[in-house]
Each structure stands twice: as structure tokens, then as C-alpha cells.
């Protein structure tokens, strides 16, 4: 019988790793920023879809039904993206949940929290029952996805959703993203109501006053084009009346996509005084200006828009010490057409999840993002906060992971996004990192067509 389980299923040879080995964690000290991460080569060894052991290459001499020479590709746990849109029921000609779930496996990811802002809303257990039925039937092997319920009826911020029977359904939080709660009372007790039931609320900061989804950072760009623009004060106004919120509810609290210097502050500031508060940032907002949008470009009109250079400085400190927690894309596709159109006709967002891992991989090759900060951010931080499988490499964890080709260069464009939608103000450009495997509970989730499609 112990002859048996130790049969490996999988094993993964000469990978290049990051990050500290179980047995040296102790000794290696937490690389600061402003270098480019040392890795190591090793071995990773599956059996019946967990993790047996992540070992220096070599050091294991144990055969598995299916060697894989990884030749130095860069090993990473999959990744874990809490804020999709997925446009699945009512506008499946953006995305449906198939064509974002292949995105997903493609781009690197795991774990996918879906926003509530389809047609009709996820706001009763029919339509949640019906999102992962649709995930089921067409990635039976994963990536997986978690629902997010609306919080208010339709969105539309008058009426709470029926909450209880969301997560019963299988909601893994609640949000009222893309339309938030102007109403502080009826927001408090969403957030009471949601603490109940041990969820959290995910709230997208905007004073839906000030500028709504105008799609542009207010500053020397909008005044040059003279559009509309919304101000960074129109997140960091609500992002205080969360964390005092929280605060005083003692309740948890997740903010969603934060875009801005002052919204970290005030993040830092509700920390410090131990409020339950968790906080991402998209990859657009560590990685672009509000500079994309100089020529009028609809590509690079999303909500909140791209801020300022200091802005993106101020994110990415935060995101290496921990006041951000974590990072999203905020997957938002919309047809080209919808995009083809005046700067304020168009609607806000960006396709995120194809090149999310190779624009984020590039801040910590360029030693501006530690490789500590880059793992927690995409992998351990969301999936503890929102109680979603994690793989750390630990004996027994589900063998989730990616082969990542860190050199192989490609242009953005329609031939090569698996999502439906090309939406990105990274279109044309070429980017460097591609991954080139990922192993769902140790099997192959790329090069095999999804059932039914
Ligand atoms: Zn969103």
C-alpha cells in the first residue's frame, strides 16, 4: 500500500523557482526591491492532482507516469483574479463564460470571481446556479469560477438583494460593482447583513457624483482635450467612508481597483488603526497613465481612468509593502465597435486577463516590484481573503501551476487574446513572458479544447 502512493502522476523537471524552498525558508531573507529575483531550479511532484513535493532539481529520484522537461521556464502557482466581468447571461457577444474562462487558463489563472453586472443581474440563485453551471459544462477541469452577488437588487441601490439566498447559490462575496451605493445607510446594512452570513463586501469607490465613469483622470490631459474627467478625490472620498465604516461596523471590507496616491493613504491610515480592510489595485493602474488617453483613445477610457506618474508610484510602494493587498485585473471586455466611438460615448474598460501575467512579471524582472509582493499579490492574499484554493507548494495542495516562458516576445492583438473581446490600450504592442503551461490538479488545461466548444 505506501508503494502506492507514492505512484506520482506528474512531475515537472528543471523548472526555474523564485521563491524560498521549505527546507531554506528559514535562512533566505526577503529580497528588497530594485533587483531583479535569483531563482533556482527544481522538481515538482504530483500525485492524484496534489502537491508531494516541490524539491532542488535532482534531488528526488522518484519516476512518474508523465515527465515533463520544463528546460527553465519559470515556475509559478496559478494565479487567482477576484474582479472579472464575464458578461454571461445577456451579453455573450463581449464574452461569454467559456471564451473568459479560456482567457483565464490561458493567461495564467486559477480562481475567478465574477462581477454581478450581467444582463439580467446576479441578484437570485437562478442566475448564479446558471453562471456555474456554464463554467461546469465548459472547463469541467477548471479554471474555476466564484459568483459575486449583487448587493442591491438590479444594482440599482434602492432595495437589498436576497443575500442569504445568493450565497446559498454559491455566491463567494458581494458587490456592487460598476454602480455604487450612494446611499451610506442602505450600504451599512448590506455590509452588516453580508458580515452575517461571513462574506465581505467588495466596494467599487466612486462618489457616483462626481463625474461618474467619465473614464479620465481630471488633469493636465483632460483639460488639454477638454473632456469630462473625474477626479481622484471621487475614489478617495468613498474609500474614507468605507474604512471609517468598517471601522466602526468592525466589519470586513475589500476596495476594490484602486487607482490613486490618496486612496492609499487612507488605506495605510485604516490599517494602522487595525480596521479589516483589503484593497487591490488592477495592473493598468501600476503600469499606464493618464497619458494613453492623450489621443483620444476609447482603448484606454476605464473606470477609474488611469491616473497620474505619482499615482503609479504610490501603488506600486504600496503594493510592495502590503497596503495593497493584492492585485485584479478587472477583466472588462466590450465589442470593438463599442470602442470605435467618440472618447465620452465609450464605455469603460479594459481586457485584462491575457496579458496580465506578462505586464506584472515585467515589474519584478525590472526589480520594481519585489517577487515576495508579485506572489502574495496573485496568489496567497486573495485566496485567504476570500477562501478560495490556494496552491504555496505545501504538501497536499491542489497542483495548480503555470510554466512560464519569461523570454518569448508577442504582440497583442486578435490572433493572439483568447478572450472574445480586444479591448486593451495595449493593442499592437509586444510584450515579453507567455505561459506556455498550466496544470489544473495536475493536468494540462492548455492544447486540449474545452468540452462542448
Ligand atoms: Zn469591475
Redesign the pocket.
Known amino acids: 500500500m505506501p508503494e502506492k502512493q507514492k505512484k506520482l502522476d506528474l512531475a515537472v523537471r528543471g523548472a526555474l523557482w523564485f521563491g524560498p524552498l521549505k527546507a531554506d525558508s528559514k535562512g533566505g531573507k526577503a529580497k528588497k526591491g530594485g533587483q531583479p529575483p535569483k531563482g533556482q531550479l527544481v522538481d515538482v511532484l504530483v500525485a492524484r492532482g496534489k502537491i508531494v513535493a516541490l524539491t532542488p532539481a535532482g534531488s528526488l529520484d522518484l519516476r512518474a507516469t508523465h515527465e515533463v522537461e520544463a528546460h527553465g521556464l519559470v515556475l509559478l502557482p496559478s494565479l487567482t483574479d477576484v474582479?472579472?466581468?464575464f458578461r454571461e447571461p445577456g451579453q455573450e457577444y463581449k464574452e461569454d463564460i467559456a471564451s473568459g474562462l479560456s482567457a483565464a487558463a490561458h493567461g495564467g489563472f486559477a480562481n475567478l470571481m465574477c462581477?454581478a453586472?450581467t444582463k439580467p443581474v446576479n441578484d437570485n440563485a437562478s442566475v448564479t446556479e446558471f453562471m456555474l453551471e456554464q463554467a461546469r459544462k465548459s472547463w469541467p477541469q477548471g479554471p474555476r469560477l466564484f459568483p459575486i452577488g449583487a448587493l442591491t437588487k438590479g444594482l440599482k441601490g434602492e432595495e437589498l438583494a436576497p443575500m442569504a439566498e445568493l450565497k446559498a447559490a454559491g455566491c463567494q462575496a458581494f458587490?456592487n460593482?460598476?454602480r455604487p451605493v450612494a446611499n451610506t445607510e442602505l450600504f451599512r446594512r448590506a455590509v452588516e447583513y453580508a458580515q452575517d452570513l461571513s462574506r465581505i463586501v467588495i466596494d467599487?469607490c466612486e462618489d457616483p457624483f462626481l463625474a461618474p465613469a467619465a473614464g479620465m483622470n481630471e488633469g493636465v490631459v483632460s483639460s488639454r482635450l477638454g473632456l469630462p474627467a473625474q477626479p481622484d478625490v471621487a475614489e478617495a472620498i468613498q474609500v474614507a467612508r468605507d474604512v471609517l465604516l468598517a471601522e466602526y461596523l468592525h466589519a470586513p471590507m475589500h476596495l476594490?481597483?484602486i487607482s490613486c496616491e490618496k486612496s492609499v493613504a487612507l488605506i495605510r491610515f485604516a490599517k494602522a488603526r487595525g480596521v479589516d480592510v483589503t484593497a487591490e489595485t488592477c495592473p493598468h493602474y501600476l503600469t499606464l497613465t493618464e497619458d494613453e488617453a492623450g489621443g483620444f483613445s476609447a482603448l484606454a477610457k476605464v473606470?477609474p481612468p488611469l491616473r497620474a506618474r505619482e499615482d503609479v508610484e504610490a501603488l506600486l510602494a504600496a503594493l510592495a509593502d502590503g497596503t495593497i493587498d493584492m492585485l485584479a485585473t478587472?477583466?472588462?471586455p466590450h465589442a470593438a465597435h463599442e470602442k470605435e466611438v467618440e472618447f465620452d460615448e465609450a464605455p469603460c474598460?479594459i481586457s485584462g486577463l491575457d496579458t496580465a501575467l506578462a505586464t506584472t512579471w515585467e515589474l519584478v524582472r525590472s526589480g520594481r516590484l519585489p517577487f515576495g509582493a508579485f506572489l502574495r499579490a496573485w496568489t496567497t492574499a486573495p485566496c485567504k481573503r476570500f477562501g478560495l484554493p490556494v496552491n504555496a507548494f505545501n504538501p497536499g495542495d491542489s497542483a495548480d501551476f503555470v510554466l512560464f516562458d519569461q523570454d518569448e516576445s508577442w504582440t497583442v492583438d486578435a490572433e493572439t487574446m483568447h478572450s472574445k473581446s480586444k479591448n486593451t490600450p495595449l493593442l499592437g504592442r509586444t510584450l515579453r513572458g507567455r505561459v506556455a503551461a498550466h496544470f489544473l490538479a495536475g493536468k494540462s488545461v492548455l492544447g486540449t479544447a474545452p468540452a462542448g466548444a
Do not use: K, L, Q
Request: aromatic share 0%.
Open positions: 474582479h472579472v466581468h462581477m453586472n458587490s460593482d460598476g467599487h476594490a481597483h473606470s478587472d477583466h472588462a474598460g
